[in-house]
C-alpha cells in the first residue's frame, strides 16, 4: 500500500463569480521512505496539491488517503491529529520572529501538548540534526535564509512526522545554499526513513535528490516516473519546458537553424567514451555542438548535448542509430524547447 495515495483530485476555487479549475482528475501514489517530486510552471496547481495532501485545501472531488486514512472520514479533531504526522516547510520560512531558534523549534510541541522540559530537549536535539545546535538563543532576524530554512525543517520534524512536504522550501536560496539545503533533506530522508514531497518549478532541484517526479501542467498530471527516465525521454511538452525552457543557450550563433537538431544523454558507460571524434571520423563530416551540460540526476553526473546534424536524412539516420548502438539515449528536439 502506497503511503499516499491521490485518486481522481480535483480541486475548483471561485473567483468573482468564475469557477476556476486548479487541479483536474489528478491521481498519484507516492511510497513510504521515497523523495518524491512535483514539478511545474509558476500557476501550475502544484502547490494546491501539495496543500491538498494535508488537508489544508480541501478538495472539490477526488480522494486523500494516508497510511490507508481517507483524510475525508476525519473529524476536524482527528484531522489534526493525522496533520501531527505530516510536517511542512515553505519558501517563505515562516518562523515566529519574536521567538529564538530553539522556541520556534518547541512550538509545534507546546501545541501537541509536551512537557516545556521535554519539548527543549527534542528541540536541541533536532537543531543538532540540521546544523544550528549554536544558534539555539539567536532570533531569526540574525539567519541567513539558508540557516531560517534549516530552523523551519527541524520546526517541521519536531512532532516524528512520517511524511514531509516541501513547498517551494529552496526558490528563495542561492545556489549554493540551495544545495546544502538539498543535502540535508537527503540526509534527514535516509536517516529518518521519512517520505519527503517536494514542490518545486525547479528541474535541478527534482534531478538532485528525488526518486520519482509528478509533471503538472495547467492542473493536470501529464507525466510520471523514475527521474532518470523523465530526463533521459520526456514525454510531455511541459517536461521539455521545464528541462530545456529557461536555460542559458551556449551557442555563438544567434539562431539555432540547423535542419535536425538531437539531445544526446551520456550514461556512465558512454561517459569516457569519445562518442562524438568517433562519429565525426565514421562518417567524415562535421557535427556541430549546439549545447553541452552535466547535471546532477539522482545522485550520478549525467552528461547532455544537443547537437545539429549535417544535411541529408539518410546520413542523418545513420549517425541516430550509430549513437544508440554506442549505448546512448537520442531525442529529437526543436527550437521551441530552447
Known amino acids: 500500500m502506497s503511503e499516499i495515495e491521490i485518486r481522481n483530485l480535483t480541486k475548483r476555487f471561485e473567483v468573482k463569480g468564475n469557477s476556476v479549475t486548479a487541479l483536474n482528475n489528478v491521481s498519484l501514489n507516492i511510497e513510504k521512505g521515497d523523495i518524491y517530486g512535483i514539478i511545474g510552471m509558476s500557476g501550475a496547481g502544484k502547490s494546491t496539491l501539495v496543500r491538498s495532501i494535508n488537508f489544508l485545501e480541501k478538495p472539490t472531488e477526488g480522494t486523500i488517503i494516508i497510511d490507508g486514512t481517507d ?65 539555539a538563543k539567536v532570533y531569526p532576524s540574525q539567519l541567513s535564509g539558508g540557516q531560517k530554512q534549516r530552523v523551519a525543517i527541524a520546526r517541521a520534524l519536531a512532532t516524528n512526522p512520517g511524511i514531509l512536504l516541501c513547498d517551494e522550501a529552496t526558490s528563495a536560496l542561492d545556489p549554493q545554499t540551495t544545495e546544502s539545503i538539498l543535502s540535508l533533506l537527503k540526509e534527514i530522508n535516509e536517516k529518518l526513513e521519512i517520505t519527503i514531497v517536494v ?3 525547479q528541474m535541478s532541484v527534482v534531478t538532485s535528490i528525488c526518486k520519482n517526479v509528478a509533471i503538472i501542467d495547467n492542473g493536470i498530471l501529464v507525466e510520471e516516473g523514475d527521474v532518470a527516465s523523465v530526463f533521459e525521454h520526456p514525454g510531455s511538452d511541459a517536461a521539455k519546458e521545464l528541462l530545456f525552457g529557461n536555460r542559458p543557450v551556449y551557442s555563438p550563433v544567434e539562431h539555432l537553424n ?9 550514461n ?18 562535421a557535427v556541430n555542438i549546439l549545447k553541452a551540460d552535466t547535471r546532477n540526476v539522482g545522485g550520478k553526473a549525467r552528461g547532455e548535448m544537443v547537437l545539429g546534424l549535417p544535411d541529408g536524412e539518410e546520413l542523418q539516420n545513420d549517425m541516430i542509430e550509430s549513437l544508440k548502438k554506442s549505448g546512448l539515449s537520442v531525442m529529437e528536439v526543436n527550437e521551441d524547447v530552447y
Do not use: W
Open 71 to 135: 483524510l475525508s472520514s476525519l473529524s476536524e479533531k482527528e484531522l489534526r491529529e493525522k496533520r501531527r504526522g505530516i510536517g511542512m516547510i515553505f519558501q517563505g520560512f515562516n518562523l515566529l520572529e519574536q521567538k529564538n531558534v530553539l522556541d520556534n523549534v518547541c512550538f509545534p510541541l507546546e501545541i501537541a501538548g509536551i512537557k516545556r522540559r521535554d519539548a527543549r530537549v527534542r528541540a536541541k536535539e533536532l537543531l543538532d540534526t540540521v546544523g544550528l545546535a549554536e544558534k
Open 199 to 201: 514542490i518545486t518549478h
Open 258 to 266: 540547423e535542419a535536425r537538431k538531437i539531445r544526446i544523454i551520456f
Open 268 to 285: 556512465e558507460n558512454s561517459a569516457y567514451e569519445p562518442v562524438i571524434a568517433n562519429l565525426i571520423l565514421k562518417y567524415r563530416t
